[in-house]
């Protein structure tokens, strides 16, 4: 087992506390792997071949690496964002002469309980005024800034009986005392070197600031905040770089607001992805009919952690299919189309993992459980083409700190490597490897 892979992730997580860093880091590897940014709202004089990336929003990236001549996508997808909370623009509070706290709102469905009690920290983008010109400034506070205070058991004897929690109520991150000689738009300020009066709009969430850590026995496990979903971003990312010179064009996703139903511009239920597909095929002197019909012979894998077995409550996992961790890529499955896989995507990847050594396994929700969906279904709305959803089993999804196989990262890895660097051809529903 190569733990260098997990440290590269452990420390990518540390950089990346919300989707905007998250593309801003991503940027910068795939610059320094010799990419060249493209922007939408100007021409693009693709040169091929050509490695190229576009952002959208600052929070969604698609990376491009390009052949002389293509003739079909190899994509793959994952998404940038996690559930957290999101800091109101007027949420400062003066509690009962005091205290100063925050006023937040949850993002997806996180699970309460794990954000208190324990070091948390600011981090977002900020929109300054700079002359005529305003400016998108991320900010990210790298030191313990605030803390989701517990009420203690003897006030609330039922604490352990099962709680439901107000996010109104409970949820309220203590910032300071109320003496507080600095507002949190002049800690901003203070942060990013800019005047807090020239701060005029601003999108901050919670962070977890526990590090993440190697540990078990044999160090079979990895746990830290954010693994669903960056385990699979640093995964898929990973596997695009190792290929130099592609047969066809490979595409990799990484999309925001999957936790929120990828209702926006730049989430999977945008036009994001086929815009940018159909400007490289029109761009390249290939019309609209040439650009379905790759299309017709493209292929996606949706890449977002699913659930293992849990040790202390294994009766809500499915009888027959418990993926664990550390049991290698799981493919995900649902009757009513909630995931993506069916026999064709899911022989294909099979095949793939089995050239790169790489084991498999099959998760599917309890039948009479409601489990999460993901991207795959969401984006194919858009952009037709085959595909399956997978992900990395792991424990206590959409917690602050999640638990994954310390093997399992670089089973993706490998995956992803194999997958880009070959060449799928279709026969209607049967396809050649090569």
């Known amino acids: 087992m190569d733990q260098n892979w997990n440290k590269q992730l452990l420390s990518f997580i540390a950089d990346s506390p919300t989707a905007f860093h998250v593309v801003e880091n991503l940027g910068k590897i795939l610059e320094n792997a010799g990419y060249t940014r493209v922007y939408e709202e100007k021409d693009w004089n693709l040169k091929l071949p050509g490695k190229y990336y576009v952002v959208r929003n600052g929070s969604s990236l698609i990376a491009l690496n390009l052949p002389a001549e293509a003739n079909r996508f190899l994509m793959m997808a994952a998404h940038t964002d996690s559930p957290s909370f999101r800091i109101k623009e007027d949420g400062e509070e003066k509690v009962l002469g005091l205290y100063t706290r925050l006023g937040v709102e949850k993002y997806g469905g996180m699970i309460c309980s794990t954000w208190m009690d324990r070091p948390l920290s600011i981090a977002g983008r900020v929109m300054v005024r700079e002359g ?3 400016s998108c400034r991320l900010v990210k506070f790298d030191r313990d800034l605030v803390l989701i205070p517990n009420l203690a058991i003897h006030m609330d004897r039922s604490a352990n009986d099962g709680k439901a929690f107000n996010v109104n109520v409970d949820m309220m991150p203590l910032l300071g005392s109320d003496k507080m000689e600095k507002t949190l738009n002049e800690l901003i300020g203070e942060e990013l070197g800019v005047d807090p009066e020239a701060i005029v709009s601003r999108e901050l969430n919670l962070y977890n600031r526990t590090p993440g850590v190697v540990w078990g026995a044999e160090n079979e496990f990895i746990s830290a905040p954010q693994l669903d979903d960056l385990m699979c971003v640093f995964g898929g990312i990973e596997g695009l770089l190792s290929v130099d010179q592609p047969r066809e064009a490979l595409i990799f996703c990484a999309l925001d607001n999957e936790e929120v139903g990828s209702t926006t511009r730049q989430g999977a239920d945008s036009s994001f992805l086929d815009d940018v597909l159909h400007r490289i095929w029109v761009g390249v002197g290939k019309g609209d009919a040439p650009y379905r019909a790759a299309l017709a012979r493209s292929f996606m894998i ?19 299919e418990r993926p664990t961790m550390n049991g290698g890529i799981v493919l995900k499955y649902n009757a009513n189309q909630r995931y993506i896989t069916d026999a064709v995507s899911a022989a294909v990847f099979q095949e793939l993992c089995s050239r790169a050594g790489v084991p498999t396994q099959r998760y599917s929700n309890r039948p009479d459980l409601h ?10 709305s858009h952009v037709s083409v085959r595909a399956l959803d997978i992900g990395l089993a792991q424990l206590a999804m959409h917690s602050s700190y999640e638990t994954a196989g310390a093997r399992d990262l ?3 890895i490998r995956a992803a490597q194999t997958y880009y660097a070959s060449d799928l051809r279709w026969q209607g529903e049967d396809v050649l490897i090569s």
């Not at 849990?310 to 027959?320: F, G, K, V």
């Not at 489990?371 to 194919?380: F, P, Q, R, V």
């Open 132 to 134: 005529d010109k305003l």
């Open 302 to 320: 949706s890449a977002d952690n699913g659930h293992a077995v849990h040790p202390n409550r294994p009766e809500y996992a499915d009888r027959n």
């Open 371 to 380: 489990g999460g969906a993901t991207m795959g279904n969401i984006s194919l």
């Open 410 to 412: 670089e089973y993706l």
